[in-house]
């Protein structure tokens, strides 16, 4: 199949006259744009056609329902807004993650460690869109309005674990697949409950996007395990965020490579 073949496939399934179609042979994409809403999306094609070799007409079906997902979400978004800020949730990034969008608006974000930053989301249900200061302005919605509502909403979330024991060292991981789970870093009495149940030192790792791992580290092979552990996951997500874990002491998150340092620096000291 040819990339123009590809588009007056997707033409036919998607007829709908709100839609208005723009095929850049040279980029070889399609724009596809929203007549009411004034947003649109541009999807690349040499991906779709590799697809289509192998998974012929559900290829197709992915691409539709993607379409059909993102366009419903901007829909919710323009009629439903900020009026409730029970749809506000906190989102964990690398601190490499773009900090504007592609339109050149700044995101909301908030400093968390010099490996993580947070950003914040306006959930519509199957996706989320990341708040940037032109959506604030336009709703007239406050960044600290923002914050407070997200750091509200992740202590809503469920936080069971599931426990796994690797030479005699403990971790419990948090896998609900919500878009959140790295997020629950930033539930402060979720910490500290489980702080309480940690016998060694406790570490908090967030690999990727749907995964949060907390670690009851109680011999030096245990930082072993929890370094190959925390790589495996960051090399496998969808949205991977940082390798490195972190200690949780006293309600603060510190590098565990820093922590390495001070450690030999006392021990040198004593010396």
């Known amino acids: 199949m040819k990339s123009k ?3 007056k496939k997707l033409q036919e399934r998607l007829s709908d006259t709100h839609f208005e179609w723009q095929f850049d ?5 399609v724009r596809l744009d929203h007549k009411e809403l004034g947003k649109g999306m541009d999807i690349s094609l040499p991906g779709i056609l590799s697809k289509y070799e192998t998974k012929k007409e559900l290829a197709i079906d992915e691409v539709i329902y993607t379409i059909q997902e993102t ?16 749809n506000i949730f906190p989102i964990i990034r690398s601190t490499s993650f773009p900090k504007k969008s592609k339109d050149g608006h700044a995101f909301v974000t908030t ?6 930053r947070i950003y914040y989301a306006l959930d519509l249900g199957n996706t989320y869109r990341l708040i940037d200061v032109d959506m604030l302005d336009k709703l007239n919605v406050s960044a600290e309005q923002i914050t407070e509502a ?7 979330l469920n936080t069971k674990v599931k426990k796994d024991v690797v030479a005699e060292n403990v971790f419990y991981f948090l896998n609900e697949n919500d878009g959140y789970d790295a997020s629950r870093i930033l539930n402060d009495a979720f910490l500290k409950e489980m702080r309480g149940k940690i016998e060694g030192d ?13 670690g009851d580290i109680r011999n030096e092979a245990g930082y072993d395990v929890l370094a190959q552990m925390t790589m495996h996951f960051f090399t496998v997500g969808t949205v991977p965020i940082t390798s490195l874990s972190f200690i949780y002491e006293d309600g603060d998150l510190e590098p565990i490579f820093i922590l390495a340092k001070n450690r030999v620096k006392k021990e040198q000291e004593k010396k």
């Open 5 to 7: 073949e590809l588009v």
């Open 150 to 156: 997200a750091r509200f909403q992740i202590r809503k």
């Open 111 to 116: 400093d968390h460690t010099a490996e993580t």
């Open 25 to 29: 042979e040279k980029h070889n994409k």
């Open 202 to 214: 406790m570490t908090v790792s967030v690999p990727h996007q749907d995964v949060l791992i907390i």
């Open 71 to 86: 366009f419903s979400a901007m829909e919710k978004e323009h009629a439903e807004g900020f009026k409730n800020l029970d």
